[in-house]
């Protein structure tokens, strides 16, 4: 932010640095084990009066001064170049901290050129004992380089106190000191015996030659012991953040253990096979591959450690685009572009967008990011929509904390993620939907107030079934809506009855026949046991049918209806025609109600694709493949090459779901927790348009689900809570399984203050309790505009849609379902939720409101029988009415 930026959209600044680290690293290495190396060889020859162990070493030493001090000391210094270039925050930093430390080092690496130019040069004009003072000399000196440079490094990725005290020392001997120094001196001994097999390769003298190999073998081999267990004491020292980002989460991390693992198989494996008498010429050709593999070696555990430190560039204390955890809550409130001292821009305005975006790709991306080279962002972004990359953005490293998150106002996330869809994937900016509802009508049943004897009271258990209708790669929900009745025998002391009658239904309106969109039928049978006829739903139920009887209701369980209609409109709200009659089939009452089925998911408003059917609603193949391909990357699944290979998945199958009975597997969350606790953290800072960008719930959208006497002027928040308030409950309920902690942890509550006050919830058998705002059946008295977030009912019949009161009447039988109470306005035909309350009373509100309880009881009524305040409400109340 306070640097220029090195542009370097197709290398990368970061691949730079690890082609010159790497080279770099296996010489330093080289540099403290040959030291050693080359002392205890030649101490060898002198005991053993070995002058051709003595040559070899005469020989190996001049090719250890080329590549150590030539080769070396130019990585390193490019090594500083690079860096000083990429990351300037971090290398000024680690400058100003560790000056002393840095001097010390320099000192160190002068006597380590002064101790091995003496080493070489003098061989014959020194005693045994001095040249051998002077081997020493070098191998203590780049020992104590290591030791300096090690202290570092380590600061690096567990700075410990450091970042409390800012104490040099406990920056310098770090948690991580020790054992990084044992590990890295074990490497420094092995380096030293596969560099030292590169020149034994060239002595002509066979048994010399395999002498040497059997005696490198050995500086090969007897440290492995301590490697491994030094490197085990390492991975105990970092944080179970950096662990869990280096072996869980960042997918780079399952790449560079594998390199680690095959490149020991090898390494290991085939220094064994230079103890075997192979020729000469595929002796140089194995240790060609050894050093090769070396390299690689090397570069796999650097490569590890960088992915255990990321975000940062030191751990903890400044990420790795030079901002520190400590400027992101200022930069949120003021702007990045503001106060970054090399951008083009101060601020985005409509005619800026693109330059913006692209400037803030420049100084919070590319220190990491290619466009559409190494690690590039083009094929991270290319299944998301402009509006996902900006949920992306939003999600940056709170689930996968391996991401530094974005820094800067939600105007500017939203011209990053502009110019990284528009710019970078060279894509149009997504098309407003363009929905007009179709226009229905109905006709009201017929009802004689005077001298009919029965009410027929019907509705829907929820205000709106919501689907999945993808037929080739996943389901999610299958169609199965459930229709209640209860019919009411009217007079002075009415009654429910249940017995001596059949109610039968059928769908009023053609529509599409369900099994011919959803190929889970055969599936789900598998999942939930149920032996399915031709035409039925999961609980054997059709489109039309007898309901059951059940103690205080009759009921027709998860009917499989769907909103496509025969001549290809789009209707959420299919009617049903229900009748009551008695056991000679005479009619005793008729009514009609909806059976609200929607597939508008909006799954592609972040994920891609078209609407799956007719450009309205529905999920396409595209969305379908786009969103397994995420689920595979964030949770190590195979659920896209499954699906392609013609075994689609339920997402029941794995995620428990009390709406469908499904137990799920263990330890994993249940769907309602995984759904919102997930898309929590990249939708947070939002309102109600965090559910409408999923739910079918969008006034604008092709089905408006939330359409009852409080949609005028409450939203899905003021009982649910923001979705980060929704997502913390479903997922305290989970507490104690392994991903809720790690999708709870940056999430922050808004209708309460702290998360230690929210109240677990079960989904779909704890909900919001109405009485949260109308205490008392009273609108009154927690004001106007309250909320039932964090309020859940007591207990499962105490829910809305199972609750009755002493009377036996079900409380959504009278007030319309959820949703969708009565009072609602229905975009596609204005009373189509209406229908009961106007055939019986005239008026849209609930059944018996403003004295017309002569619907069942067949006179006025001067007491509240049902609820307290029934009767004698307000005058403001009944306005509102």
Known sequence: ??????????????????????????????????????????????????????????????????????????????????????????????????????????????????????????????????????????????????????????????????????????????????????????????????????????????????????????????????????????????????????????????????????????????????????????QKVTVAVLVAITFAWMGGFEYLREIARKPYVIYNTMYSNGMTPDDIPKINKSGFLPAARWSKVNVVTEDNTMLAGAELFRLQCLSCHTVDGYNGVKNKINRLTERGIEAQLTGMGKINTYMPPFAGTGIEKKALASFMYRDILGKEKDAEDDFTPGKFTHELPPFDADNDEYVLLVWNDLGMHCISDDEEYFSFLPPANTLNAQLVKRGSKPGIITDGVVIKYEVEEQHSDPLAHSQFWEYDDKIFGVDLEEGTGLAGFGINGEMHALEDRFAAELIPVMPYRDDGQYNPYPLFKITAYDEQENVLASTST?????????????????????????????????????????????????????????????????????????????????????????????????????????????????????????????????????????????????????????????????????????????EPDCKGCHTNFNIYEDGWLGTSYNKWVPGFTALYRNRTDNMGMMCI?????????????????????????????????????????????????NSSGHHRNQVNRPKEAAIRE
């Open 1 to 282: 932010m306070n640097y220029p930026v090195w542009y370097l959209p197709d290398t990368g600044g970061s691949l730079l640095i690890a082609i010159i680290a790497i080279i770099h690293v296996v010489i330093a290495h080289l540099a403290v084990g040959g030291g050693l190396f080359l002392v205890m060889t030649e101490i060898k020859a002198y005991r053993s009066g070995n002058n051709a162990i003595l040559d070899y070493v005469r020989s190996h030493t001049w090719f250890f001064l080329l590549l150590t001090m030539v080769l070396g000391g130019v990585t390193g210094v490019g090594i500083w170049f690079i860096i000083a270039l990429v990351n300037p925050a971090g290398t000024s930093l680690l400058i100003h901290e560790f000056v002393f430390g840095w001097a010390i080092e320099w000192v160190f690496f002068i006597c380590e050129i002064i101790a091995l130019l003496i080493y070489h040069y003098r061989w014959e004009k020194m005693s045994r004992r001095n040249h051998l003072v002077a081997g020493w000399l070098y191998f203590i000196f780049a020992w104590l380089s290591l030791f300096i440079i090690n202290g570092i490094l380590g600061f690096m990725l567990t700075p410990g106190n450091w970042t409390e005290t800012g104490s040099f020392w406990q920056g310098f001997f770090n948690p991580s000191f020790l054992p990084s120094l044992l590990f890295r001196t074990s490497i420094a001994i092995i380096i030293a015996g596969v560099f030292g097999l590169v020149t034994a390769s060239f002595k002509k003298h066979k048994k010399i030659r395999d002498d040497i190999y059997r005696y490198c073998a050995k500086w090969m081999y007897f440290p492995l012991a301590v490697l491994a267990l030094t490197g085990f004491y390492y991975t105990t020292v970092i944080s179970p953040e950096a662990f869990n980002n280096v072996f869980h989460l960042n997918p780079e991390g399952k790449i560079f253990q594998k390199i680690i693992i095959d490149a020991s198989i090898i390494l290991f494996g085939l220094g064994l096979f230079t103890l075997i008498r192979f020729p000469g010429w595929l």
């Open 594 to 766: 909806v059976a609200p089925t929607s597939t508008e998911m909006g799954c592609r408003n972040c994920h891609g694709g078209d609407w799956g059917w007719n450009n309205v609603a529905g999920v396409s193949n595209e969305t379908s493949r786009n969103i397994l391909a995420a689920h595979d990357r964030y949770s190590k699944t195979t659920l896209l090459e499954d699906a392609e290979n013609g075994n689609p998945m339920l997402c029941q199958a794995c995620h428990a779901d009390p709406a469908v009975g499904a137990p799920g597997k263990p330890g994993i969350l249940n769907f309602s927790a995984s759904i919102h606790g997930f898309h929590a953290n990249y939708l947070s800072g939002m309102n109600e348009d965090a559910c409408n960008m999923c739910h079918p719930s969008r006034q604008e959208g092709s089905t408006t689900c939330f359409r009852g006497r409080h949609a005028g002027f409450l939203d899905c928040t003021n009982c649910h809570g923001k979705l980060e308030d929704h997502a913390l409950a479903l997922l305290k309920d989970q507490a104690g399984k392994e991903s809720a902690p790690r999708l709870a942890v940056n999430l922050e509550p808004v209708f309460v203050e702290t998360k230690e006050e929210i109240k677990p919830r079960i989904p779909w058998l704890m």
């Open 813 to 861: 039988a009278c007030h319309g379902s959820t949703h969708a109470v009565y009072g609602a306005v229905n975009k596609f035909d204005k009373h189509r939720d209406n229908i009961q309350p106007l055939q019986y009373q005239g008026m849209a509100g609930s059944i018996g409101t403003h004295g017309t309880c002569y619907v069942c009881h067949k006179k006025k009524m």
